[in-house]
Every structure is written in structure tokens, then in C-alpha cells.
């Protein structure tokens, strides 16, 4: 399943009325996002706009979202009273969960909404002190106090 199916299901889910913004241009085997940055639309009655997502994987959201903060139409798009979240999803055990980053309209600046739990346990405990012994000075010795006067 890819990024944008599961997020037309989340949004779905979540009582938004949601259609794919994407096109296919086959002659160029290419797609083309609305306004450069947009592969989803959603609307819901408990929200005024136009929510606008950017939908990925989340090794891919950083780059996804320099791309939509240096798209001219983005500014204009929540500048008309509209929304705009990216989605970067990763799988976390069996279950794929999304971290969601809305963008500000005041100065693009981004806000993480969501964030997927962490895995719990398989990680060993680190060693906290190990390169702690003490003072620097008590190392070095006698050494130590004639650079110091």
C-alpha cells in the first residue's frame, strides 16, 4: 500500500471528505502534484479551507518539505485561508503510523501534529559513565599545577 493510499484512509477515517490531487501525465511517465506540492485534498465541516497533504515516507519528509516550502504556490495556498500537512509514514512494528507536519502560513514554518510511538524495548542500556573517572587535573598529576600558575 503506498504512502497516499494510507493516508486517504487515515483522513477517511477521521471524517474528511478526500480526493487525490495527482495526475499521471503518461506521455512523460511522470506524475505531476497540484500546485507542485499537493498529492491529496480534504474538506470537513468541523474545519473552514481546504486541507492540502503532501504525502511520503518518513526518511523522505525532510526533503518532501523543503520542496513545498520553496514552491511559490504554497505561500499563496495558505495565504487563501487554506491548510497544508505533509505525512511521512514508517512501519513501527507491524502497524504503519504517520508523522504529521503541518505548515504555517505566517512564516512556512513547520509544527509537528503527530508523531509515531517509538519501539519499546531491543535496545541495550548505554553505558553512562563510562569516561567519567573525576577531574581532568587528577589524571594528568603534578603536570596539572604548573599550568595552572
Not at 491529496?40 to 492540502?52: D, I, P, S
Not at 512501519?91 to 513547520?110: F, N, T, Y
Request: charged residues 25%.
Amino acid at each position: 500500500m503506498s504512502p497516499t493510499a494510507r493516508s486517504l484512509a487515515l483522513l477517511r477515517r477521521r471524517g474528511y471528505v478526500v480526493a487525490v490531487a495527482e495526475s499521471w501525465i503518461p506521455r512523460l511517465n511522470i506524475r505531476r502534484d497540484l500546485f507542485g506540492c499537493i498529492d491529496l485534498v480534504a474538506v470537513t465541516e468541523r474545519e473552514t479551507g481546504v486541507l492540502g497533504i503532501q504525502t511520503t515516507t518518513s526518511s523522505n519528509l525532510s526533503s518532501r518539505l523543503k520542496k513545498a516550502r520553496q514552491t511559490p504556490a504554497l505561500r499563496t495556498w495558505l495565504a487563501a485561508g487554506n491548510r497544508f500537512e505533509l505525512h511521512g509514514w514508517r512501519k513501527v512494528g507491524r502497524l504503519w503510523q504517520p508523522r504529521i507536519v503541518a505548515v504555517q502560513p505566517s512564516d512556512l514554518a513547520e509544527v509537528v501534529i503527530e508523531q509515531p510511538q517509538r519501539r519499546k524495548g531491543g535496545r541495550r542500556a548505554r553505558q553512562r559513565d563510562l569516561f567519567d573517572s573525576g577531574p581532568i587535573s587528577a589524571e594528568i598529576g603534578p603536570q596539572a599545577s604548573k599550568l595552572e600558575a
